[in-house]
């Protein structure tokens, strides 16, 4: 590595390092914020926060100028971070309730449960992207309303086995966001996706080999419903449940965004996957049409972002 060979009391400001969070005492922090307070600035090399298994009670931001860090849990069952906050406490609104915030860039979560556990009485987002380039592997994100909100246009985001669940909106946002893998599991008769992509951006929510699944009794639930006029969602290769209507995709009350909504299904399988009773304004994408849409293309991989390391 280009940091071998330096003294040892340059060496710790060059090289990638390594922090542990444990809550009992035995790592370099016991809360996650104090490791991420700990991490330089605008940085050109990585660090790794392996957070201990635990309950962190922790409202987090992960600043703007933290970049090319991973947090990784020892264990995704047991190593959570979570709040409670929701739209209706104190006039909060939505886009405050996070539960984690992600502003940095070149982010990874790995192995870890972000959670908002408020109760059902209003908007309580878990997790919130503002930053380009994030990747969150083997992670879970519990909530009711808008657990993921995808939060910037133009930023790319990478979700791979993960589990996903809510009730409304459970997954909305402007941001280019592939999931890959992952489970979307609806607790509640209503809606999984509300994306809000812009009118300029070719693509933005791709579910690729997903499994979609609901809590027992619900069986109306909706793929997705435009936020914004050109709401760009498709699944692909996935497994749709039996709670997925006929109609598969809602027009939010508004006839004119049939006519611009762009949504579309790929060789789906599953009872919910039956393309019959579809509404007509959504897509059957012929296997040319599939081709098409990559990593590669859907991110702009040349770009430079290591999406699969």
């Known amino acids: 590595m280009e940091w071998e060979g330096l003294p040892k009391e340059k060496r710790r400001f060059a090289e990638p390092r390594k922090l542990v969070v444990a809550q009992d005492g035995t790592g370099d922090y016991t809360t996650i914020a104090e490791a991420l307070e700990a991490v330089r600035a605008f940085m050109d090399f990585d660090v790794k926060i392996y957070i201990k298994k635990g309950i962190y009670k922790e409202k987090l931001v992960v600043p703007s100028w933290v970049q090319h ?3 990784i849990g020892e264990d995704v069952q047991n190593t959570i971070i979570t709040h409670a906050d929701h ?5 909060m609104g939505t886009f405050r309730t996070y539960t984690v915030k992600v502003e940095g860039n070149y982010i990874t979560f790995r192995n870890i449960t972000i959670e908002n556990n408020a109760p059902r ?3 309580a987002v878990a997790l919130h992207t503002e930053g380009d380039c994030l990747r969150f592997i083997n992670c879970r994100f519990l909530g009711n309303q808008d657990t993921v909100y995808t939060g910037v246009e133009g930023t790319r985001l990478y979700f791979e086995n993960c589990y996903i669940e809510g009730t409304t909106d459970f ?3 402007p941001s280019t966001a592939w999931f890959e893998g992952c489970t979307i599991h609806s607790k509640a ?3 999984i996706t509300a994306a809000s992509t812009p009118k300029d951006i070719e693509y933005g929510y791709i579910f690729n080999k997903c499994k979609l699944t609901a809590t027992a009794g619900v069986d109306k639930v909706y793929l997705g419903r435009p936020w914004r006029p050109y709401a760009y969602t498709i699944f692909m290769n996935c497994e749709l449940g039996k709670h997925i209507v006929g109609a598969g995709w809602d027009n939010w009350r508004d006839a004119k965004n049939e006519k611009t909504a ?3 299904e790929y060789h789906n399988s599953g009872e919910g996957a039956k393309a019959d009773n579809r509404v007509k304004w959504a897509k059957q994408l012929s296997d040319k049409e599939a081709e098409k849409i990559t990593t ?7 770009k430079g972002w290591r999406l699969f390391e």
């Open 171 to 173: 997954i909305f946002g």
């Open 296 to 302: 590669v293309n859907c991110y702009n991989l040349s």
């Open 262 to 264: 762009r949504y579309a």
């Open 189 to 191: 008769n209503s809606y």
């Open 69 to 71: 860090i991973e947090l």
């Open 87 to 91: 739209a209706n406490m104190n006039h």
């Open 121 to 123: 009485l209003g908007q």
